[in-house]
């Protein structure tokens, strides 16, 4: 097990946490954003103080890497790279739907039926979506869509399929097939990244700290990148 610091930006709210062997030590975030240049330097303080207290050192810094904020994403990962150059560690990183898929499967806010599409809002009925199944398999690439009363049909017509983030609520018009529902007040925490952040280490799934960069919304495309992230 290992000790790691996780910073998600990508959307309106600003949180950082930390783990030891698994378990969350320390959280801090702030969801009346973005705020991300006012607030995540203090955050990361206050998450360093608590490691001294304890006389600990991150083993890894986790980032959330988008789809999201140019704005909030450049922030958290320019302040990610920092901190791994600082101290010398890896740096993770997750994709910021795969984390609130997590999330809500962690809360349990859903039956292990139902299929999971976090959504990240983009511009007009556009947005970045993904899908998975309770265990967390992606059966639906990031990618950007146009959402219509067709979307997603093919899932819809024999599953459950709940759909939630700041995205989804200019879908709930179109998409009203009997098996869609919602979720509101969904989004990425950095907490929700544990499990996922701890895996990648095991497995030893790091990005390059000097070349890496996050998935920008205006520049987003589903293709495999260069860096392994994890998510993908």
């Given at each position: 097990m290992s000790c790691i610091l996780y910073i998600e930006t990508a959307t309106s709210v600003c949180s950082v946490a930390v783990s030891k062997d698994g378990e969350v030590i320390f959280q801090k975030e702030e969801t009346t954003g973005p705020s991300h240049a006012q607030v995540l330097g203090s955050f990361v303080k206050e998450a360093v103080d608590e490691l001294q207290k304890k006389n600990l050192k991150p083993d890894a810094v986790a980032v959330s890497c988008g789809p999201g904020s140019y704005t909030g994403l450049r922030i958290g990962v320019s302040e990610a790279k920092g901190l791994c150059y600082g101290w010398n560690i890896p740096l993770i990183a997750i994709?910021?739907?795969?984390?609130?898929?997590?999330?809500?499967?962690?809360?349990?806010?859903?039956?292990?039926?139902v299929l999971l599409?976090?959504?990240?809002?983009?511009?007009?009925?556009?947005?970045?979506?993904?899908?998975?199944?309770?265990?967390?398999?992606?059966?639906?690439?990031?990618?950007?869509?146009?959402?219509?009363?067709?979307?997603?049909?093919?899932?819809?017509?024999?599953?459950k399929v709940v759909f939630f983030g700041d995205g989804s609520d200019k879908c709930k018009s179109a998409?009203?097939?009997?098996?869609?529902?919602?979720?509101?007040?969904?989004?990425?925490?950095?907490?929700?990244?544990v499990a996922l952040a701890e895996e990648a280490f095991a497995n030893k799934s790091f990005v390059d700290v000097a070349y890496f960069e996050p998935f920008y919304l205006k520049e987003f495309v589903a293709t495999t990148p260069k860096n392994k992230v994890l998510g993908t």
């Open positions: 994709e910021t739907l795969t984390i609130m898929a997590a999330g809500v499967v962690r809360r349990r806010l859903v039956g292990d039926d599409c976090p959504m990240i809002d983009a511009r007009r009925m556009e947005v970045y979506d993904a899908i998975f199944d309770s265990q967390l398999t992606k059966l639906k690439e990031v990618s950007a869509d146009i959402i219509d009363e067709n979307s997603f049909a093919e899932y819809l017509s024999a599953n998409l009203t097939h009997v098996n869609a529902s919602f979720l509101d007040s969904v989004y990425p925490h950095a907490e929700d990244m």
